[in-house]
């Protein structure tokens, strides 16, 4: 993917913001960039890195030269990722950045760079190593700091950035988008829901616990088109065996809330998400009677994930709870 076309198209604020501080040589030592979940974040942070030290700068990044070419990957030396997607950064990490750069630069250009991705998982102990960093500046040193979760950021980082705000996007401009790209439109629906942009989504279309995910909920959706004992002995066999990771599990109830609220979206006749489910849905609004309980339940259930809770039990408690709520209302 293009970084820099993506930027001047979707995000034009923060690519003129960019270009103005690169033209005119008032670059910052920091920058913190905020964006909701799925914006290419760490992209964007990437080619504001390559936008540093291009060989052929427009005067941003060519993503073209040998110098884009290696941070690509993952080849050029002065240029750190800590990546807190997957795990918490520690004090450690932070360290590591700093011997790293107390001896001068490897490359040419001169310039050494760190990219701090999700800074909203780092510990208090690597936020304190971080903001000691921030308040000496190197003159040739340059950070690029990316969070998803503004309100779980200390406001002396913040202040000690400068911010690039991301604007969200309109789902149905990167669903379209994605459609236009090759993907189904099933596929489309769903995760223009999680991520917010096509060429991510064109990705993920693949992605194991995402297609367990998807599976698990179609198969959840034609087994409460069943009668309700017929429906908790469906989702055991059907869905319970594709659910085994947490990732799964997450995608899962995130779905499932996306076809509950599209329940309540139904009732009271408001536009759907799901156009590919309108049968499914037509049906089940009449079917399900606490629609938004379940949803609450669902929501709630999600939350528990990370506590090592039992998946099954989760996925019984539920399922049970959708379904018997009906048997209440005597349908
Ligand atoms: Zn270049």
Do not use: W
């Amino acid at each position: 993917m293009k970084m820099g076309l993506y930027l001047k198209n979707r995000q034009p604020t923060v690519y003129q913001t960019f270009f103005n501080a690169i033209n005119t040589n008032h670059l910052s030592h920091a920058y913190l960039l905020i964006g909701e979940q799925g914006t290419p974040l760490l992209e964007s942070a990437i080619f504001f890195a390559k936008s540093l030290v291009c060989r052929n700068p427009r005067p941003l990044a060519c993503e073209e030269c040998l110098t884009c070419l290696r941070i690509d990957e993952g080849n050029y030396a002065d240029l750190i990722i800590i990546d807190g997607a997957q795990k918490s950064i520690k004090k450690d990490d932070v360290h590591a950045i700093e011997e790293r750069f107390e001896t001068s630069a490897v490359e040419s250009k001169g310039k050494m760079i760190y990219i701090i991705n999700h800074i909203e998982n780092m510990t208090s102990e690597a936020i304190n190593s971080l903001l000691k960093f921030l308040e000496e500046p190197s003159e040739n040193i340059y950070a690029f700091l990316t969070c998803e979760n503004e309100s779980r950021v200390l406001p002396t980082i913040i202040s000690r950035s400068q911010t690039l705000h991301f604007k969200s996007l309109d789902k149905n401009i990167v669903k379209d988008a994605a459609i236009n790209l090759g993907a189904e439109k099933i596929d489309a629906e769903l995760l223009c829901n999680f991520y917010n942009n096509e060429n991510i989504i064109m990705q993920k279309i693949e992605d194991s616990d995402y297609l367990n995910a998807k599976e698990s909920l179609l198969n959840t959706i034609s087994a409460l088109n069943t009668n309700n004992r017929e429906a908790i002995v469906k989702i055991h066999l059907n869905v319970l065996p594709k659910l085994k990771s947490k990732e799964a599990m997450r995608y899962y109830l995130d779905m499932l809330s996306i076809f509950f609220q599209d329940l309540l979206n139904i009732t009271i006749g408001r536009p759907i998400l799901l156009s590919t489910q309108l049968n499914n849905l037509q049906i089940l609004k009449s079917k399900l009677f606490h629609i938004q309980e379940s949803l609450i339940t669902i929501m709630t259930s999600r939350s528990q994930i990370d506590m090592n809770i039992n998946l099954g039990l989760l996925l019984d408690h539920i399922i049970n709870y959708i379904v018997e709520g009906d048997e209440k209302n005597g349908n």
